[in-house]
């Protein structure tokens, strides 16, 4: 069973810039994370998809953070215009079902720096 | 808000020692409790899942336990090797979240 795929694993950019990440979950998955982890600390849950709706964004900021998951499947999380504290690791998840019981399964993640 | 802290931070230790990793967490309304590894430039790895009802779990040379009442949990490392050498993050299920904690960066050496 193939497991979360991100793209890309590296990006370098400027301050001010935009830049996008892609995670495409296990298949048949319908709970879809992001999770941003700053070096040194553990992973923050940024926005929480089940198939194509928002579970949770709290912790998204909305300012400059933006995600969707068209059709239930991939997704995409956008930071425009980034600045340098958004140099971290973002990392995707995903789970079968929503529910407290269900494991979730990470990414290699896509390491972000932002000069 | 539940709040998670991993001691310590970072450890060395020669192979074949047996070590401790320990956790505590400030809200007991738990629903588990999970051991995760991390590789560097890779995702996580669930290691063990304790359930809230359960006092410990076991897998190979590991073992984690967890007590409630006192907010811990510590993950037990027998006979370290080269390759456990990672950072070891616990995180908690709790009011439908997954909380984590900042992880301890274990080094192994021969």
């Known amino acids: 069973e193939a497991g979360v795929a991100q793209s890309p694993r590296y990006k370098i950019i400027e301050k001010r810039q935009s830049v996008a990440f892609w995670c495409n979950p296990i298949?048949?998955?319908?709970?879809l994370y992001w999770y941003q982890q700053i070096l040194g600390q553990g992973p923050k849950l940024l926005i929480q998809f089940q198939n194509n709706g928002v579970v949770d964004d709290s912790q998204l900021p909305k300012d400059r953070f933006s995600a969707e998951r068209l059709k239930g499947v991939d997704s995409t999380l956008k930071i425009q215009p980034a600045k340098l504290e958004d140099s971290a690791v973002y990392l995707c998840?995903?789970?079968?079902?929503?529910?407290?019981?269900?494991?979730?399964?990470f990414g290699p993640g896509t390491r972000l720096l932002v000069l | 808000k539940q709040e998670v802290t991993q001691i310590p931070a970072a450890l060395s230790v020669p192979e074949g020692e047996n070590l401790v990793l320990n956790c505590s967490f400030t809200d007991s309304a738990i629903y588990n409790l999970q051991w995760f590894r991390q590789d560097p430039g890779k995702g996580l790895t669930s290691l063990l899942l304790?359930?809230?009802?359960?006092r410990e779990q076991t897998s190979g040379r590991l073992n984690a336990s967890l007590d409630k009442s006192s907010g811990r949990s510590t993950l037990y490392i027998a006979a370290s090797q080269p390759g456990d050498s990672a950072t070891y993050l616990c995180a908690l299920t709790s009011y439908g979240k997954l909380t984590f904690g900042q992880g301890t960066i274990l080094t192994v050496h021969p």
């Open positions: 298949s048949g998955h319908a709970t």
């Open positions: 304790i359930q809230s009802s359960q």
């Open positions: 998840a995903s789970s079968l079902e929503v529910g407290v019981a269900e494991t979730q399964y």
